[in-house]
């Protein structure tokens, strides 16, 4: 099939590819010539494990380009994605879909024949519905069809939730665009991903429910964590105990200073004001959406008590993008982090393996360092924001040795707090006892036979 992806951000330039993996001819189209002249290049413009391989091999094999022009591109297409971004409005927080109506505008201009025109970027309900008032407006006589199919792809792991997916959710009421998308996704069907095909208006609010129901899982186990540290539990244990409940499942059940990226601030706030205006506020969407901005600035304050202080103090930050395996810093918890640690007068020296080119104008004032050991010496804390696989295993040893005080602040828990310990570390994590976890077999009372062997073991 022939189609084209307008947009060439993340979620167009990922589809795309993967699309034109499957076999399609794919063509992204993209307004900034910048980003166009860089693709054809051969650069690619975020960081994704394997995209630029796949890039390259489908450019290749002359199934997949880069144009500037839409008019040409569309023409041709059978089906044409909608791949923008939708960007909290500044001021209100609704989604801002001028870029959406601006696409669809421009996609009225090209068509020549009946072509599908899907929204696969995250929009409000009823977006759908204003696009296809456009085009109709703009263009009475073109054959068309508006589809939603939203996005359900993770920033690291995007081509195989792309290629794998767990669903494949189409809006649709059109028996001729339902045919032409499930001839774009026909080469999934050896994985038996299921196409759930809805109305448009239950697609477009599957996409926000997933994202606010994600959103609500994280929050809540970083709440249970806060009580965890009050009453001397195990936070990682209470997951792993509701986690493996089918109902439940284990999965976004990690503690830690809270959520960020591109998709679940944005659309957790999107839903909260699509359903305030709807009349029927959820209550419980908004408290995920005021608990996780209070626990962002919160992390900081839990750095400044573990080091008592850091004023004049050097603080160590690694990791400052949202998650590992991407460098998006939009809505990072480092930022709060840095600032609130600038705030109570630290210097910050940080460190990431893709973030940097992006923190830099985020976060004036801040030292980038090489690596993680030149960004720990001669520190006065180390504090572990994301969980990069380049930070799981760590020289303690060696960090004891460079940093001037032996303060290790774990966000992520990636260690275990008596192997810091062991070490020399003061090691604060979130939600598990500051103190070594209960030894139940040690404590457990000897048989009369493990007596007799111990009596006669110290007699000698």
């Not at 034109?20 to 189209?29: E, I, K, L, T, Y």
């Amino acid at each position: 099939m022939n189609i084209t992806m307008v947009g060439s951000g993340y979620v167009g330039l990922v589809s795309g590819a993967c699309l034109a993996d499957f076999g399609h001819s794919v063509v992204c189209v993209d307004s900034n010539r910048d980003r166009i002249d860089a693709l054809n290049a051969g650069q690619i413009p975020i960081f994704e494990p394997e995209l630029g391989a796949l890039v390259a091999e489908n450019v290749r094999q002359g199934r997949l380009s880069f144009v500037a022009e839409l008019e040409a591109a569309v023409a041709e297409a059978d089906a044409v994605f909608i791949a923008v971004g939708t960007p909290s409005r500044r001021g209100d927080g609704f989604a801002d879909l001028s870029y959406v109506y601006q696409a669809a505008r421009s996609i009225a201009r090209a068509l020549t024949r009946f072509t599908v025109v899907v929204t696969k970027s995250t929009v409000p309900v009823g977006t759908g519905d204003e696009v296809e008032r456009i085009i109709r407006e703009l263009r009475p006589d073109a054959d068309f069809a508006v589809v939603s199919n939203p996005e359900f792809l993770r920033e690291g792991a995007a081509i195989a939730d792309f290629k794998r997916p767990d669903r494949i959710v189409v809006g649709s009421e059109d028996p001729r665009a339902e045919a032409v998308m499930r001839e774009v996704y026909r080469p999934l069907y050896l994985n038996e991903a299921p196409i759930l095909v809805t109305s448009r208006r239950t697609a477009e609010l599957t996409k926000y429910a997933a994202n606010a129901f994600l959103a609500a899982k994280i929050t809540f186990i970083n709440e249970i964590a806060d009580l965890c540290e009050q009453v001397g539990a195990d936070v990682q244990q209470v997951a792993r105990g509701i986690g493996l409940d089918n109902r439940i499942g284990g999965k976004f059940l990690h503690a830690g200073p809270g959520y960020g990226g591109s998709c679940f601030p944005k659309d957790t706030l999107a839903l909260v004001k699509t359903a305030q205006d709807a009349g029927t506020p959820l209550r419980l969407v908004e408290t995920v959406v005021a608990v996780n901005d209070q626990r962002k600035r919160g992390m900081a304050r839990k750095v400044i008590r573990a080091c008592g202080g850091v004023r004049g103090k050097t603080i160590a930050v690694l990791g400052l993008t949202f998650k590992p395996n991407t460098d998006d810093m939009r809505d990072a918890p480092s930022l709060a982090i840095v600032t609130g640690l600038q705030d109570a007068g630290a210097q910050v020296r940080a460190y990431d393996p893709e973030g940097m080119d992006q923190a830099r104008p985020l976060l004036p004032g801040v030292d980038f360092a090489q690596d993680p050991y030149g960004c720990a010496e001669g520190a006065d804390a180390l504090v572990i924001v994301t969980e990069w696989n380049a930070f799981r295993a760590l020289d303690l040893a060696r960090l004891r040795a460079t940093m001037r005080a032996p303060i290790l602040v774990d966000l992520r828990n990636v260690y275990r707090p008596e192997e810091a310990r062991l070490h020399g570390f003061s090691y604060s994590s979130v939600g598990r006892p500051e103190e070594p976890a209960f030894d139940r077999e040690a404590a457990r009372p000897a048989t009369s036979s493990e007596a007799t062997v111990r009596s006669l073991l110290a007699a000698g």
